[in-house]
């Protein structure tokens, strides 16, 4: 007789006030600079970086394919924190661990929110508004030289963009960790993560905020500061997944 299949309980998280936005900066900056871990981090974020801004460059599919990448990578960049976080240094192969069995997961995981951002571009094309697409990724990567050249309608049109897509970030942020530590289903695991932030909202800004200070900042060292600036993303997602989520 075949087992009735039970309902897949979402993960209970906590609210926190708006000083953890600064809390999981410093618990990713003590991360990455324990033992002699800074190294193997730096190196799988460029990696990651420069695969996703590969595939990315491929358009509509690859879109997509970014999306599904960077979740498998994130995922195990999870993995790896975790063992950060108890001591042990983690390999470089650590980042491929979401190409094994939490592939499936990641991977639906990742083409979800890749079709959610393809339709929010979709929609500002269709606005007559080619420039926005490119001024739209400049803003997701740092690049915020492009919104500055943009004029006043168009800028308008990547802000509303932006704010359309913010919820779709907000899905896709914590859903890897929830996928690979907590074995949730991807639609699960996206639901859970806006949950989370939406009733974070007051941290999740002073996290962004802080994140748009970074991203300034390294203008001033010739790009050399994202070296930093990207593990230290990794790390701080992975910081706020275990306050909300393994806190709670």
């Given at each position: 007789?075949?087992?009735p299949t039970l309902p897949v309980q979402a993960p209970a998280f906590r609210q926190v006030d708006s000083g953890h936005g600064v809390e999981w900066w410093s618990s990713a900056w003590r991360l990455l600079f324990r033992g002699s871990t800074a190294g193997v981090w730096i190196v799988m974020s460029v990696a990651t970086f420069v695969v996703v801004l590969a595939l990315s460059?491929?358009?509509?599919?690859?879109?997509?394919?970014?999306?599904?990448?960077?979740?498998?990578?994130?995922?195990?960049?999870?993995?790896?924190?975790?063992?950060?976080?108890?001591?042990?240094?983690?390999?470089?192969?650590?980042?491929?661990?979401?190409?094994?069995?939490?592939?499936?997961?990641?991977?639906?995981?990742?083409?979800?929110?890749?079709?959610?951002?393809?339709?929010?571009?979709?929609?500002?094309?269709?606005?007559?508004?080619?420039?926005?697409?490119?001024?739209?990724?400049?803003?997701?990567?740092?690049?915020?030289?492009?919104?500055?050249?943009?004029?006043?309608?168009?800028?308008?049109?990547?802000?509303?963009?932006?704010?359309?897509?913010?919820?779709?970030?907000?899905?896709?942020?914590?859903?890897?960790?929830?996928?690979?530590?907590?074995?949730?289903?991807?639609?699960?695991?996206?639901?859970?993560?806006?949950?989370?932030?939406?009733?974070?909202?007051?941290?999740?800004?002073?996290?962004?905020?802080?994140?748009?200070?970074?991203?300034?900042?390294?203008?001033?060292?010739?790009?050399?500061?994202?070296?930093?600036?990207?593990?230290?993303?990794?790390?701080?997602?992975?910081?706020?997944?275990?306050?909300?989520?393994?806190?709670?």
């Amino acid at each position: 007789m075949q087992q009735p299949t039970l309902p897949v309980q979402a993960p209970a998280f906590r609210q926190v006030d708006s000083g953890h936005g600064v809390e999981w900066w410093s618990s990713a900056w003590r991360l990455l600079f324990r033992g002699s871990t800074a190294g193997v981090w730096i190196v799988m974020s460029v990696a990651t970086f420069v695969v996703v801004l590969a595939l990315s460059a491929l358009h509509l599919v690859g879109t997509i394919a970014a999306q599904i990448a960077w979740f498998a990578l994130a995922g195990g960049m999870m993995l790896a924190a975790r063992k950060t976080e108890e001591g042990a240094a983690p390999p470089f192969g650590d980042l491929f661990a979401g190409f094994g069995a939490p592939l499936g997961p990641l991977a639906i995981g990742g083409a979800l929110v890749g079709v959610a951002v393809l339709l929010v571009e979709f929609a500002a094309t269709v606005a007559g508004v080619g420039a926005a697409v490119g001024a739209f990724y400049g803003a997701m990567t740092g690049n915020f030289a492009l919104l500055l050249g943009l004029g006043a309608s168009t800028l308008l049109v990547v802000l509303i963009a932006l704010l359309a897509l913010l919820p779709v970030f907000m899905a896709a942020w914590l859903a890897p960790a929830l996928i690979v530590l907590r074995q949730q289903p991807p639609v699960e695991a996206l639901k859970a993560s806006l949950a989370a932030c939406r009733a974070n909202l007051g941290a999740l800004t002073v996290y962004g905020l802080l994140w748009v200070a970074f991203a300034f900042a390294t203008l001033f060292t010739l790009g050399i500061g994202w070296l930093v600036l990207w593990p230290l993303m990794v790390l701080s997602t992975y910081a706020a997944y275990r306050d909300l989520f393994e806190a709670a």
